[in-house]
């Protein structure tokens, strides 16, 4: 039996904060590790929206037309990856810029995800099935905001697989050396265009993945206002986490729990310049960004060949 | 390259990214060729349409030169959207001020308030940039999100006209108080303020010293250092005048469009701003080529939904498509070689070595 | 007129054949965004397919309009390449500059803006208003609410302070509170019309405080009345019927019934009648009793008891003996915002400006 007479009062932020970052960071997780693999070798792919556009509407089709949430998230992922791919094949041809090409995507992808979405009759598709881990509590909030979606722990798992590749793995130092000095790499018989190619396409992959995470759980609905600009601004956030994937993690958390306060905080009865508290995210990453970086440290972790041919 | 690829190669795109779009619409059930004809008919295909098309392709004329100026710097600026709003903002808070004024001065005055504000606006992102090591991609995309909320927070609140009931707007300007239209037509004078700023862009960055020193910081930022030049500076002001571009295209919202700031100034005309820079090779010139084609292929985007039942979306597809493969005809300059065309590069006498 | 008869009339246009020689009247649509929103401009659009059973009327619309020149564009272009001589604008934004402009730019098409705010002498002669009161429903809505409610909290999330927000705000909660005196409103503002993670964010940290009743105004609240299920609570939905998204916990709501007027407005064109002339009313307005508006069909989870309160409310509202605005009122901040003996009628024109919470509301009515 849930017991919620009361209301949890001053308390209820620390739990909205908690559940909402919990929920909030999944997108902005996902789209920033697959930022941060496509950076790490060394390309920019700014068309991460439309790529997360692209992942919740096949996420919701495929799994309003077969039933299955997991089969699609894994259609999601199959279209990211290809979108991904085209990124990848795009940017690889001689004089094609980087960014020109991300925003050409985020048009592509978003106008693509729209038309789509129109056939949707469905109000709901079938939706990924949630790890309660709160059910210990008597307190409904407590219970809602510790049901937690399955790709919340998977998105943890990619950061620290992500770190290990990276650290550890030879697949990661190629990676690395094709983002660091792609002359060095080639030199070292690397092939820089194939490595390149598959971490952008995987990259894609990811950030679909964590617009599936948008119609499949939060807020488990098709609408083309669904994103508002939460790929993009998950590109900022690997810049803020310096290309390291655990600083992706905590960055997306940061900024997921962050969505949840300024509706907390009205829900408390604190009404006034909601506006303002709405900004409050952004308004937070820009002075931490401001206080922590100097001319000298920002390019620290910064791949050599980002923003070069 | 050469002049023959200047002009083929651009149509070419155009051209290969039309027949996929057709082959997209043909898989729709719809004749790709009636939605061609509706395309050219709504875009270009009369004096009336065209109208259509150079009232959608102002506002990106400035935004566009807001990331095309800085590029030539070396700068990437995607700020533009929080320009537009903080210039709309700044128009009327001063043309509200000065309603007792002659026409001409207040105009002028809210003119210079947009150009100051917008211009501050990306100034300081760019700064951030350069004094601070802030990315100004990070920096100018957060100072988006803070503008609009700066615009509702004020548009809501101390700029609020009571009697805008539902639709929350500031107090209107006067009729005399606003910017006119090209008589006989629907084209208002944020045409020729987009027209002027391309011309006025163009003769900076390619007959002043100014312009060639910010090309010197764009190509080579050790380079430039070394010969002297003051780069902080430049890039700075550099980032101040595309704002101030983009910071009165928010002026021509209010004063040409609307009458007031509401949250329309919202429209979403600097990111697209952004990509008729990247597309035109952030060259002035170019701009104004892109805005007429995007302009154009906006103005067609309401024929496609009523003649062929087509969603809104559909447009979006074209532009990203037509997009996609103008970016990607970059790569073709040089690689085949036309018997007729002549090169500009004189080729290295060999025999000279 | 009794609707019986309004039906036979429409159903006997519909049978006549075209004149010869002419051609349908064009009507053209404009709506702010998608038409599957399950929200405002689903309803719109619904409305708009009512015309379909008219064979001498042929309607275009165009969805997702900006509220910027795009929209006067678009109406130019529905007048000039699909010869419209209606012209249906169904968004606040689009009526000033932008309808007034191709009013007086094109004095012999009708126009017809929804919620707009008419300025005689200003505006053109060829603008008419047209606009639905729901406020009754909302009340009974509310009534449902109050009656269903345990803990005596309703949330009611809400995209701007606007007068037609604070309306449907106050009067949810009239409805709520004059079956449950202890019940009172949380209310969050989003800042925008559609933000669907804001509003869900919103929807979970009101159930957090214990609310068990969840409503909302926005673009469309079914992310408000999804939540409200996964939360295990209560919904009531707004401006289209969002029962398929809360199977258990769907109570009711209040939705827009487009159709009736775009009929009405037809039907009277159809008639030789014209706006221009004042043959047709300059506002066109209506409430529960005219069919502008109606009650969302009951969830599961009503009981009997519940309904043949309901029906006994309705049926007052609509012989006139129960007005929802009668004095003395309290606003939530102690002052009188409607004396003692005083009723304001739902069409009163003070109530369009609107900009206090009634007592019983936990806000500000002011950012």
């Not at chain 1, 820089?192 to 939060?218: D, E, K, Q, S």
């Not at chain 1, 600009?229 to 900022?236: E, I, R």
């Not at chain 2, 018997?339 to 500009?344: D, I, Y």
């Not at chain 3, 009736?260 to 037809?266: C, D, W």
Request: contains cysteine.
């Amino acid at each position: 039996m849930q017991l919620q007479p009361e209301g949890l009062g001053a308390w209820g932020i620390a739990v909205a904060l908690a559940g909402g970052a919990m929920r909030g960071s999944i997108p902005y997780m996902f789209v920033s590790l697959g930022e941060c693999l496509t950076e790490k070798s060394g390309k920019i792919n700014l068309g991460m929206e439309g790529v997360l556009l692209m992942g919740a509407v096949t996420a919701f089709g495929v799994s309003d037309l077969t039933g299955s949430p997991w089969l699609g998230v894994l259609a999601a992922a199959a279209v990211g990856l290809v979108l991904g791919a085209i990124h990848a094949w795009l940017t690889q041809q001689p004089a094609v810029n980087d960014v020109a090409a991300g925003i050409a995507m985020i048009i592509f992808g978003s106008g693509l995800a729209f038309f789509f979405g129109k056939r949707f009759v469905a109000p709901m598709a079938p939706q990924l099935p949630l790890v309660a881990l709160g059910e210990w509590s008597r307190v409904g909030a407590i219970q809602s905001a510790l049901r937690i979606s399955p790709l919340f722990f998977i998105g943890i798992a990619v950061a620290f697989l992500l770190n290990w590749v990276f650290t550890r793995t030879s697949c990661g130092l190629k990676v690395r050396a094709a983002g660091d000095d792609p002359q060095a790499a080639r030199a070292l018989g690397i092939d820089v265009n194939g490595v390149r190619f598959i971490a952008i396409a995987m990259g894609g992959a990811l950030a679909a993945v964590g617009g599936a995470h948008l119609t499949l759980y939060f807020p488990g609905i098709w609408s083309e206002g669904i994103s508002g600009g939460q790929g993009l601004m998950a590109v900022a956030l690997v810049i803020f986490a310096r290309w390291s994937p655990r600083r992706c993690l905590a960055a997306a958390l940061l900024f997921g729990g962050a969505q949840a306060l300024g509706p907390s905080l009205q829900s408390l009865g604190i009404t006034g310049y909601y506006y303002l508290f709405n900004a409050s995210p952004y308004l937070l990453t820009l002075a931490v960004m401001v206080a922590t970086c100097t001319p000298s440290r920002r390019l620290a972790g910064m791949p050599g060949a980002l923003g070069k041919k | 390259m050469t002049r023959a690829e200047t002009v083929i190669v651009p149509l070419g795109a155009m051209l290969a990214g039309m027949i996929v779009f057709g082959a997209f619409c043909a898989a729709l059930g719809v004749n790709p060729l009636l939605v061609y004809a509706s395309i050219w008919k709504a875009g270009f295909g009369s004096w009336y349409s065209w109208q259509n098309t150079l009232v959608r392709a102002s506002p990106l004329l400035l935004c566009g030169l807001c990331t095309a100026i800085p590029a030539g710097a070396g700068i990437i600026v995607i700020g533009n959207e929080g320009a537009v709003v903080v210039g709309g903002l700044g128009a009327i808070a001063s043309g509200l001020a000065t309603l007792s004024l002659p026409p001409f001065l207040s105009l002028t005055t809210m003119f210079l308030s947009a150009a100051v504000c917008g211009g501050l606006w990306i100034a300081f992102s760019v700064a951030l940039q350069h004094y601070r090591g802030v990315s100004a991609v990070i920096s100018g995309l957060l100072l988006n999100y803070l503008a609009i909320a700066l615009m509702n927070q004020l548009i809501e609140g101390p700029l609020r006209d009571p009697s805008s009931l539902d639709n929350p707007a500031s107090y209107p300007l006067t009729p005399d108080h606003r910017l006119s239209y090209f008589s006989g037509t629907h084209v208002h004078h944020g045409l020729t303020f987009g027209l002027v700023a391309c011309v006025l862009a163009w003769f900076l960055v390619e007959r002043t010293t100014f312009g060639f020193a910010l090309k010197i910081c764009g190509g080579n930022v050790r380079a430039a250092r070394l010969s002297g030049l003051p780069v902080g500076r430049l890039v700075v002001i550099a980032g101040f005048l595309g704002g101030a571009c983009a910071g009165v295209a928010g002026m021509v919202e209010v004063a040409a469009v609307h009458g007031r700031a509401n949250e329309s100034l919202n429209a979403g005309y600097g990111y697209v701003g952004i990509l008729v820079a990247f597309l035109a090779r952030q060259s002035a010139f170019g701009v104004v080529l892109i805005s007429l084609l995007v302009g154009g292929l906006l103005a067609s985007g309401g024929m496609l939904q009523r003649a062929h039942g087509l969603p809104d979306a559909t447009i979006a597809v074209l532009q990203g498509i037509l997009f996609l493969f103008i970016l990607l005809s970059d790569t073709v300059y040089g690689r085949f070689k036309l018997p007729w065309a002549q090169s500009h590069e004189a080729k290295p006498d060999a025999a000279a070595a | 007129m009794m609707m019986a008869s309004r039906r036979d009339v429409l159903a006997g246009l519909a049978a006549v054949a075209l004149p010869r020689g002419s051609s349908p009247l064009t009507m053209g649509f404009l709506y702010n965004g998608p038409k599957n929103d399950l929200g405002y401009n689903q309803s719109h659009a619904e409305g708009r397919q009512a015309l379909r059973s008219l064979s001498w009327v042929k309607t275009v619309e165009e969805a997702s309009i900006p509220e910027t020149v795009a929209a006067e564009e678009s109406m130019r272009d529905m007048i000039f390449q699909d010869g419209a001589s209606v012209i249906f604008a169904t968004s606040f934004g689009y009526y000033d500059p932008f309808m007034v402009d191709m009013a007086r730019e094109n004095p012999r098409v009708q126009f017809f803006h929804c919620g707009g705010f008419y300025q005689e002498g200003k505006h053109p002669k060829n603008i008419g208003i047209y606009f639905g009161f729901i406020d009754e429903v909302e009340y009974l809505s509310g009534m449902l609410a109050g009656l269903s409610t345990r803990t005596n909290k309703i949330g009611f999330i809400a995209a701007k302070p606007i007068p037609q927000v604070l309306r449907n705000i106050n009067s949810f909660t009239l409805g709520a509170r004059s079956v449950n005196p202890r019940a009172t409103t949380k209310v969050v503002f989003t800042g925008d019309w559609v933000l669907p993670v804001r509003e869900a964010e919103a929807s979970s940290a009101l159930a957090d405080q214990g609310i068990d009743v969840l409503t909302g105004h926005t673009g469309s609240p079914r992310v408000i009345v999804q939540m409200a299920e996964r939360r295990g609570i209560f919904g009531c939905g707004y401006q289209f019927n969002q029962s398929s998204m809360a199977p258990h916990g769907f109570l009711t709501g209040a939705e827009w019934a487009w159709g009736t007027v775009y009929l009405r407005i037809a039907e009277m064109i159809y008639a030789g009648k014209s706006v221009m002339d004042g043959s047709i009313p300059r506002r066109l307005t209506g409430t529960l009793k005219d069919e502008f508006c109606r009650l969302s069909p009951f969830g599961p989870s009503v009981t009997q008891s519940s309904r043949n309160r309901l029906a006994a409310a309705k049926a007052a509202i609509l012989n006139g003996s129960l007005e929802i605005y009668r004095g003395p009122m309290r606003d939530n901040e102690g002052r009188i915002a409607i004396p003692a003996g005083k009723v304001l009628k739902i069409e009163d024109v003070e109530l369009d400006r609107m900009d206090w919470l009634v007592e019983g509301v936990v806000g500000k009515a002011r950012g």
